[in-house]
């Protein structure tokens, strides 16, 4: 486990500004004490720096996972965010989705027309499990 480079760190910002925007800043200064993100296995977590301190203890090979999973790096380097990240961001978040459609093209579609896509939802699976093909 180790701190993200500054590549690192600028590719997942900029990935969590994209939903959060500049309240990516509370998300490392919290009332309830200090947090930050490491990075182990291609994966980033997100813990408290008293976790952190434990985690020092237990050596890289047998450490499987520490803190909250806020997603992965792929192999060419670009950030995903995982399901497990929503809890933490979406007190912060704006709107949780990527737009489908321009603010102008809106205010003209009709009301079935698609203008979100989600992004991730925790309770989508268990609300329609019947339902699933």
Known sequence: MRPLTEEETKTMFEKLSKYIGENIKLLVDRPDGTYCFRLHNDRVYYMSE??????????RDKLISVGTCFGKFTKTKKFRLHITALDFLAPYAKGFGVAA???????????MSIVVFHQADVGEFI???DTLT
């Open 50 to 59: 008293k976790i952190l301190k434990l985690a020092t203890n237990i050596s």
């Open 101 to 111: 459609k321009t603010t102008q093209e809106c205010r003209r579609v009709d009301p």
């Open 127 to 129: 609300r329609s499990e």
